[in-house]
């Protein structure tokens, strides 16, 4: 079964704008990693998250990380065309299981030019 | 390009038929993984292997299913019989031992069952 769950399934936005993209996951983790993978291919690593952070910053990538909730957004500023592409959490709850990655079902984001 | 590279990226076959994937992981990582993921989900671990030695398999891995790492280097899953269930793309990725939630996937290979 997937720990992480993506808010909303799909989202199509003008270029130029913002996008955010949230994931609710259910047990304690270590880190939250989000990937992007573009359609059929494979999947690309943008940035992880320990559980002890709560914001980090890569580019006009913004992620945030609330324990308390079990939550994290990532959000995507000043979008560009080349940002179409499935987004997925992906957790791991440490230590001898941190290999162990466990992923969400996905925002499908679409940037219209 | 020192990337994780897998082969063939798409493969098509008839039920029952047996087929096999290919995975070369980057050159200095200790670990291997394969993921399955179908169409609209996330990938879903299937197993994983620590230089040759396969660690762990999924309860998704049926007794069809065989995956090696001979020399520790390249990885093999192979299906056997295949099913229309086993569509998918299967997903390698490798990773440091110490840094395992670290993992660099390949392109994939999608595996199309008719």
């Known amino acids: 079964s997937q720990q992480g769950e993506e808010d ?4 199509s936005i003008q270029e130029g704008e913002n996008a955010t993209m949230n994931c609710s996951y259910k047990t304690s983790i270590n880190n939250l990693q989000w990937y992007r993978q573009n359609s059929g291919r494979g999947l690309v690593h943008l940035i992880l998250i320990r559980s002890n952070e709560r ?12 324990t308390s909730k ?5 959000l995507i500023t000043a979008s560009r065309a080349a ?4 987004y997925f959490c992906a957790t791991d709850v440490g230590g001898g299981s941190n290999y162990k ?4 079902k996905g925002t499908l984001l679409t940037v219209n030019p | 390009d020192t990337g994780v590279s897998q082969d063939p990226r798409h ?10 994937f290919r995975c070369d992981p980057i050159s200095e990582h200790n670990r291997l993984y394969w993921y399955r993921q179908t169409l609209g989900q996330g990938p879903e671990f299937l197993t994983y292997f620590q230089n040759e030695a396969q660690l762990e398999k999924s309860r998704l891995l049926s007794d069809r299913f065989s995956a090696e790492r001979p020399k ?16 998918a793309m299967y997903l390698c990725a490798s990773s440091l031992a110490h840094m395992a939630y ?13």
Request: charged residues 25%; without cysteine.
């Open chain 1, 8 to 11: 909303p399934q799909a989202l």
């Open chain 2, 72 to 87: 520790g280097s390249f990885s093999t899953l192979e299906i056997q019989r295949t099913e229309q269930g086993d569509s």
């Open chain 2, 11 to 20: 493969k098509i076959t008839k039920r029952g038929q047996n087929v096999t």
């Open chain 1, 70 to 74: 079990k939550s994290s957004s990532l």
């Open chain 1, 83 to 86: 940002d179409t592409a499935s």
């Open chain 2, 102 to 114: 670290e993992q660099y996937f390949g392109p994939g290979t999608r595996l199309t069952v008719t």
């Open chain 1, 101 to 104: 990655l466990t992923f969400g």
């Open chain 1, 55 to 66: 914001e980090k910053h890569s580019g006009r990538l913004r992620v945030t990380l609330d």
